[in-house]
């Protein structure tokens, strides 16, 4: 069997808040708690850092992990998150002679993870037939009800006349804390565009709460996290 790989992609162009992934939470880079809880994993053969920023490279490989340089053509706010997997297991294999059999992505906005749930979802994959598995959350805000400005007015964003919302069918949101793909079904994906089409057909599902599904794009974000940290005793 390949290896199994975790990467933190981690840009560091961010345009909403320059510098996010190395912001401090809780006296830690960002980045930092998601790299310790990628190092407590014991299905994980190597943890990498995916990154085009020189400052992220250098707290990344502090905390102890590889860092793989992610090229300008994949680096900028439009670019596929799924690229840079591709282009660290083509580097790995270049590079080291390393085959990769899954890939674990977590992202560096996503900075809570309870212990244990890295190798659940890997185990998930691993037994079983799914093309990937990956951690969400059931929503608690129902987008049959939101609206949406026409024209300076509000309007229905879909038509739904349920107003119960035990009429309503259970809905789910992926939270980018793991998502553990094949290698296989990254690449016989790769040049297809759409929501998760990198994921494959068969995706299995690891439900978490919304406290560890919380991503940070924001100063008001950094502020709930630490929050949440501080109340899960993290």
């Known amino acids: 069997m390949g290896a199994i790989i975790g990467v933190v992609p981690a840009r ?13 939470i809780r006296g ?6 998601v790299i310790e809880a ?6 994980l053969d190597r943890v990498i850092v995916s990154t085009d920023a020189d400052y992220i490279a250098t707290v990344a490989e502090a905390a102890g992990v590889e ?4 090229p300008d053509d994949i680096s900028g706010d439009t670019a596929p998150i799924e690229a840079s997997l591709r282009q660290v297991i083509r580097q790995l294999e270049a590079e080291h002679g390393v085959k990769t059999d899954v890939a674990v992505l977590m992202q560096a906005n ?9 190798d659940e979802v890997v185990d998930k994959l691993l037994n079983s037939d799914y093309d990937s598995v990956v951690t ?13 400005l026409e024209n300076g007015k509000l309007a229905p964003y879909t038509d739904c006349k349920d107003f119960r919302r035990q009429l309503l069918p259970t809905l789910y949101l992926l939270d980018g804390a793991v998502m553990a793909v094949r290698a296989s079904v990254l ?13 494959g057909d068969n995706v299995g599902f690891v439900e978490q709460d919304r ?21 899960l005793g993290m």
């Open 12 to 24: 560091g162009g961010s345009k909403g808040l320059p510098g996010k992934n190395t912001k401090l």
């Open 28 to 33: 830690k880079p960002m980045i930092t708690h």
């Open 38 to 43: 990628a190092l407590k994993a014991k299905r």
């Open 67 to 70: 860092v793989i340089r992610r």
């Open 110 to 118: 996503v900075p809570i993870r309870p212990d244990g749930v890295i």
């Open 136 to 148: 969400g959350f059931r929503i608690n805000q129902r987008p049959e009800w939101m609206k949406r």
């Open 187 to 199: 690449f016989a994906t790769e040049g297809r565009t759409g929501v998760h089409v990198y994921l």
């Open 211 to 231: 406290l560890y599904a919380m991503d940070v794009d924001s100063e008001e974000d950094f502020r709930m996290v630490e929050i949440a940290m501080e109340y």
